[in-house]
């Protein structure tokens, strides 16, 4: 997980109540991503930022937001928790675009618990 | 949806042995990529595969892609303990969306 820092790494939080997981590189990577793993499901993309400022949705966005104000950081919000999205959250900083692969390093994840 | 479905979900054989892990995914690809997951981690870039090869080696990693069947093998050979995990295979679109696509992974077990 060398240069990419997940925080927190473990949230217990309740229904309706705003979080936020903060994903921070120090590779000066231009792609950024959130996932969310499930028993079942995979990875799933929620989120994806291309630069400063600059976000997309994946197949996963509905009751989350994004920001990147700076190249080293990238917020993942739940303005509402709900149950469902009780998940493992993994960032991932893409590494390999300057070859014209797309290979991604993953933190090691945020565990988030919605009661 | 899923872009990559994996075959089998789990896999569970004894150290020594060959284990491969099947891909298929639904539309045209850039590349195809292996990542695997240990219990806990986060995901760890194995190997890649663009869409003009066919055959990749990496160690003891073998990956094969047929594009006309849409779809990609993971073959591990001489298998140890250590490569028990999970692994996943992930697509590039050839649209160029800026989007990896992961399938549900295939839980493999090696039995000392």
């Known amino acids: 997980d060398a240069g990419i820092t997940q ?3 473990h949230k217990v939080t309740e229904t309706g ?7 921070h590189q120090t590779e000066n990577h231009r792609y950024m991503y959130w996932y969310r793993q499930d ?6 993309l929620i989120h994806y ?3 400063v400022k600059d976000t997309d949705k994946g197949e996963v966005s509905d009751g989350y937001s994004v920001s990147r104000s700076k190249t ?3 917020l993942l919000t739940l303005e509402s928790a709900t149950s469902s999205q009780t998940s493992v959250y993994f960032c991932a900083i893409e590494a390999g675009q300057s070859s014209g692969a797309n290979v991604l390093t993953f933190g090691a994840g945020s565990r988030l618990t919605v009661l | 949806s899923q872009q990559g479905e994996e075959d089998p979900q789990a896999l569970s054989i004894q150290e020594g042995e060959n284990a491969t892990m099947n891909c298929s995914y639904k539309t045209s690809i850039n590349n195809l990529q292996w990542y695997r997951q240990n219990s806990g981690r986060g995901l760890v870039h194995l190997i890649l595969i663009r869409s003009n090869e066919r055959e990749k080696h990496s160690g003891r990693l073998r990956v094969t892609l047929d594009t006309s069947k849409k779809s990609s093998s993971l073959l591990i050979t001489a298998s140890r303990a250590a490569d028990t995990a999970s692994y996943f295979c992930a697509t590039y679109g050839s649209s160029n969306t800026g989007k990896l696509i992961f399938g549900q992974g295939t839980t493999l077990q ?3």
């Open chain 1, 72 to 74: 080293e950081d990238f």
């Open chain 1, 7 to 9: 925080s927190p790494r």
């Open chain 1, 17 to 23: 109540t705003p979080v936020t997981l903060r994903c």
């Open chain 1, 49 to 51: 930022s291309y630069g």
């Open chain 2, 110 to 112: 090696v039995k000392p």
């Open chain 1, 39 to 44: 028993p079942g499901h995979g990875l799933r």
